[in-house]
């Protein structure tokens, strides 16, 4: 079932933006923190990222905000 436009605007708007605006997960949030300001450090991508689990526990979230993080293209398969 195909999500209207209105309510992918409305499920954009409310998904956090940033690790610090992610609820919960906090060890996952800690590990992607240190993760990402080595990224930064380096200048480089980081080597990889595995999120894995059942619907609903925030992976394309985290996804989105690495993206964010690291100034980088993502694309979303499914």
């Known amino acids: ?17 940033s690790l610090d605006d992610f609820v919960g997960q906090k060890r996952v949030r800690q590990q992607l923190s240190l993760v990402l300001e080595a990224s930064k450090m380096r200048g480089r991508s980081a080597d990889h990222v595995l999120l894995s689990g059942p619907p609903g526990l925030g ?4 996804a989105m905000i690495i993206a964010a993080e690291m100034e980088a293209p993502l694309r979303i398969t499914s």
Request: no cysteine; charged share 50%.
């Open 1 to 17: 079932m195909e999500e209207e436009p209105e309510e992918k605007m409305i499920e954009a708007a409310l998904r956090p933006k």
């Open 59 to 62: 992976k394309t979230t985290l």
